[in-house]
């Protein structure tokens, strides 16, 4: 029989079920000069010994893989914070780049986070100053810090800061910090607004949210600069926000058209293009997706945009969630699908089959209200495979069935059924060297560990 596919590798490298001795034996491989596959080092729930092993590999590549991980805990990450390489450090101080929808990651400690800020390579510096991953408390802290860029971060969270820190960055020496302290106040502060304008790096954002004065509207409305961020603008003048929603600008319209203060007679009637693709980004929705009242308002309008930015959150109450559910419009349907716990099994099973290939698995799998009981009986034979892989999901799914679906025409079925741990063995075998299956089939729980170990050797992986 013909060696094992490379990927069976990728696959045993992530089974829940590898042993201890061949993950340690997997984390010492060097890969060629590439280190361990990523699948072994961001594993979730690591024992001690394989986190040690990491901590020590000679492969910085696989220090960076760890320190970017999701699924490992702070404390664990925090112990690069050594680490004798800058680009470690500056990916421990990140952390991870693409976590999974619907994943917490959580911070570092704030300790770690000081000694990461003090670290004497500037790209580890800079890394930390742009983590989303920083707690309140460490973010209100660089309000007073020697660093002008620390202190501009913490002007860009200001509404966790404290007054005293925020008077004192509204006073900073550095421009660029009072120029964010100015844009976050200047929606209460006039005189801030009108000095904001005069700086032609700041005009455009003060125009969008500051508090203006009626002479500065009424010049940018003539002069037609910047219409789109005044038309946003929360005080402009009501005859100024009438003038602007028969704007020959399609964008300016429409950016009148999303504004809180308008009833939904007066903003249905605003002649707006929405596109179809478009996502919600309603800043008053948004930034309201926990307030009962902004959630009812928005996802009872008509408005396309103000429905989808409702969907974003999953705070919506059984009857705003029923009524979103039936706008038939896909946006919003792949909205709530991705962010609300509760949405209806119908609409999910339209999000998975519209969404297609690894994000729909991905939902499958992780989505709270996914169905996985009947699955077989319903989708076993259905035309479409996008469906036909959901009776992996079935537990009463039997042997037979999964071993047919292993050999289905739609590659997304046959791995899910290779991956399967009712895949009676002689298929799962068999899968390892099947290309296309054989990173399923190496996950899957099912595989003897003699098979596991015979996958590492195949790969030169030493023993």
């Known amino acids: 029989m013909v060696a094992f596919h490379a990927s069976a590798l990728d696959g045993v490298a992530r089974n829940e079920a590898l042993p201890t001795a061949l ?93 990461l800020l003090d670290d004497p390579d500037p790209a580890v510096r800079e890394a930390l100053l742009d983590s989303p991953y920083l707690t309140p408390s460490f973010v209100a802290s660089l309000a007073a810090h020697r660093d002008p860029a620390a202190r501009l971060r913490a002007a860009r969270a200001w509404r966790t800061l404290p007054a005293d820190a925020r008077a004192a ?29 005069r700086d032609p790096e700041s005009a455009a954002e003060a125009l969008r949210r500051g508090l203006l004065h009626r002479a500065d509207a009424e010049r940018y409305l003539a002069e037609r600069t910047h219409l789109t961020a005044l038309a946003g603008n929360p005080s402009l003048p009501a005859d100024l926000v009438e003038r602007l929603a028969a704007d020959p600008d399609e964008a300016v319209r429409l950016a009148v058209s999303v504004r ?19 996502g919600g980004d309603v800043e008053w929705v948004r930034d309201g997706l926990a307030d009962p009242g902004v959630l009812r308002r928005a996802a009872t309008s008509a408005h396309p945009l103000l429905r989808r930015t409702a969907a974003l959150s999953p705070h919506l109450p059984p009857d705003l969630l029923r009524l979103l559910a039936r706008t038939e419009d896909p946006s919003v349907e792949n909205l709530l699908g991705i962010h ?121 992986v030493p023993a």
């Open 260 to 278: 809180p203060e308008l009833g939904e007679t007066r903003r249905m009637s605003i002649d707006f293009t929405v596109r179809a693709h478009a």
């Open 340 to 460: 609300h716990p509760d949405v209806p099994e119908e609409v999910l099973m339209r999000v998975y089959a519209r969404l297609g290939s690894s994000f729909s698995a991905w939902m499958a799998e992780t989505h709270p209200r996914f169905p996985s009981e009947g699955l077989a009986r319903r989708y076993a034979d259905h035309p479409d495979g996008t469906y036909r892989r959901l009776a992996v999901r079935d537990p009463a799914a039997t042997p037979a069935l999964i071993e047919r679906l292993s050999h289905d025409p739609e590659v997304w079925t046959r791995q899910a059924a290779a991956a399967d741990p009712r895949l009676p063995l002689p298929r799962l075998r068999e899968a390892l060297h099947v290309p296309e299956l054989a990173s399923s089939a190496g996950t899957n729980p099912a595989l003897p560990e003699e098979d596991m170990t015979a996958v590492l050797s195949r790969a030169a």
């Open 169 to 197: 960055l509204l006073a900073d020496p550095d421009a660029p910090v009072r120029r964010a302290a100015a844009l976050a106040e200047c929606h209460r502060d006039a005189r801030l607004t009108a000095t904001l304008l």
């Open 23 to 115: 993950l340690l034996r997997l984390l010492a491989f060097d890969g060629g000069g590439y280190g361990p596959p990523r699948q072994a080092v961001e594993r979730a729930g690591l024992p001690e010994q394989a986190v040690a092993a990491i901590l020590a590999h000679p492969n910085p590549r696989t220090r960076v893989g760890f320190a970017m991980s999701a699924r490992a805990e702070p404390a664990q990450r925090a112990r690069l914070v050594d680490d004798p390489s800058p680009k470690v450090r500056a990916a421990l101080a990140y952390g991870p780049e693409w976590p999974a929808p619907r994943t917490t990651v959580a911070p570092l400690p704030d300790d770690v986070c000081a000694r």
